[in-house]
């Protein structure tokens, strides 16, 4: 079936520490890919997202992620969190024909301790 | 300029009510997404809209139901609530129909169904 996974429910992250959140898809071709956040009673706000081309893509607020295809892998990293950092995290994938609705994860909350 | 707007803010309904949530898009923006998140889970897939016509509906029953406005606005319908509807809808927009690589989303009606 297809999916996508987070497997991480919950990560602690002292402030100033490197982050690195994963994601899996489970897809018969590669789909588009997204992550998102949201921090608390807030919408989604897009990070960053990968269509084609260079495998590492930036995005805002200093995130950045690779795609593997190997792994039909899509993690998200910081080299360095802030606590304004604390948010649930979701990765979504877009499948490249049709509607493109957005299948997302089931999230990663992360916290930041000092 | 305005992002994507929703109304209300959060609502509570008691079982068996019909419940009625509206959204704004981004100026210009032609394509609108309708998204469940029940707490502690990702969104999930309910409707989109382009062009006031439905281009794509996610696994939801007949009580969901949707609309599209000459101003592109939308309309989200629930009849017969039951407690598991209880959940943060979220409205995406986007410019085109293929908009998943640039949807915009609100910041949600929070439904309570008592």
Redesign the interface.
């Known amino acids: 079936a297809q999916s996508v996974t987070q497997p991480d429910i919950h990560i602690t992250v002292s402030e100033g520490a490197s982050l690195e959140l994963r994601c899996n898809y489970s897809y018969g071709a590669t789909p588009y890919l997204f992550w998102y956040v949201q921090s608390p009673g807030q919408g989604l706000q897009l990070l960053l997202k990968y269509f084609s081309g260079d495998t590492l893509v930036q995005g805002i607020k200093g995130f950045e992620a690779e795609f593997k295809r190997s792994q039909s892998s899509f993690n998200l990293r910081k080299p360095s969190v802030h606590w304004s950092d604390a948010a649930e995290y979701f990765c979504a994938v877009a499948l490249n024909f049709g509607n493109e609705k957005l299948t997302f994860g089931t999230g990663t909350r992360l916290t930041i301790i000092p | 300029d305005a992002g994507?707007t929703q109304s209300p803010t959060h609502l509570i309904k008691t079982r068996g009510q019909h419940v009625t949530l509206r959204c704004s898009p981004i100026s210009g923006h032609k394509s609108v997404?309708w998204?469940q998140q029940v707490l502690?889970?990702?969104?999930?897939?309910i409707f989109?809209y382009y062009e006031k016509e439905e281009?794509?509906r996610?696994n939801f029953p007949d009580r969901f139901s949707a609309r599209q406005f000459p101003n592109y606005s939308s309309e989200l319908n629930v009849n017969a609530l039951l407690l598991g509807d209880s959940a943060l809808y979220?409205c995406?927009s986007s410019l085109v129909?293929?908009?998943?690589?640039e949807?915009?989303?609100?910041?949600?009606t929070r439904l309570t169904v008592t």
Request: charged share 10%; glycine share 26%.
């Open positions: 994507v997404s998204y502690g889970q990702g969104p999930q897939f989109q281009r794509g996610g979220l995406a129909l293929a908009g998943a690589r949807q915009y989303f609100g910041p949600g």
